[in-house]
């Protein structure tokens, strides 16, 4: 009897993780359906107006001058994921973003202005599903301010320079830093090195 309840204990376990196993890849394989693939160079960017533009990178530490444009403006320039993700401060689904598996050797810019954000050795898998990186490519090239939208404080980073929403950063990454900048794949633009 003692086995009998034991066997169906386990049975039941089996299938309860099969089935939370299933969801699990059920809810990756749909969200990877909206992944874009990563740019290894600037390259022209479709707009919401149907027009292309063409992300300048900058490398470097970043100068002090601030690019401001009006919320139209920016509606103008960005496709529609980089204007909610960067000025509205919308999230991307996790595993959703082309540039969370990206391992190629290279450096990460802004989406909105090509300024210089991260190296890929910076990088690591924070198992989180959004690139993740232990420290900026430069301190002054992000900057950072609390967030209280989901009722707790957080620490959001912006680009520097345009004030581009890029994600958040938590104290629970790695050595050196022991820091995890967070990022959306839409909100950074990759170039490998050559």
């Known amino acids: ?65 601030e690019i401001v444009k009006t919320d139209e403006e920016w509606k103008k320039e960005l496709t529609a994921d980089e204007y909610y993700i960067m000025r509205e401060e919308g999230t991307e689904q996790p595993y959703s973003g082309a540039l969370n598996k990206n391992k190629k050797q290279g450096t990460y810019y802004c989406a909105a202005c090509g300024l210089a954000l991260f190296k890929s050795t910076a990088k690591f898998e924070s198992g989180t599903g959004w690139p993740s990186f232990f420290q900026p490519i430069f301190k002054k090239n992000v900057a950072e301010k609390v967030d ?11 680009c ?35």
């Open 148 to 158: 209280n939208s989901l009722g707790e404080v957080r620490t959001e980073v912006e």
């Open 1 to 65: 009897m003692r086995y009998k309840v034991l066997f169906s204990t386990l049975a039941l376990i089996t299938l309860t993780s099969m089935t939370v196993m299933v969801g699990l890849f059920g809810c990756a394989a749909k969200a990877s359906m909206n992944v874009q693939t990563a740019e290894t160079e600037p390259t022209p960017v479709k707009r919401t107006d149907g027009t292309t533009r063409t992300v300048e990178f900058t490398d470097g530490e970043y100068d002090g001058k």
């Open 160 to 194: 520097a320079r345009c004030h581009g929403h890029l994600g958040h950063v938590f104290d629970d990454g790695p050595q050196p830093t022991g820091l995890r900048y967070c990022m959306n794949s839409v909100s950074l633009k990759f170039k490998a090195d050559k």
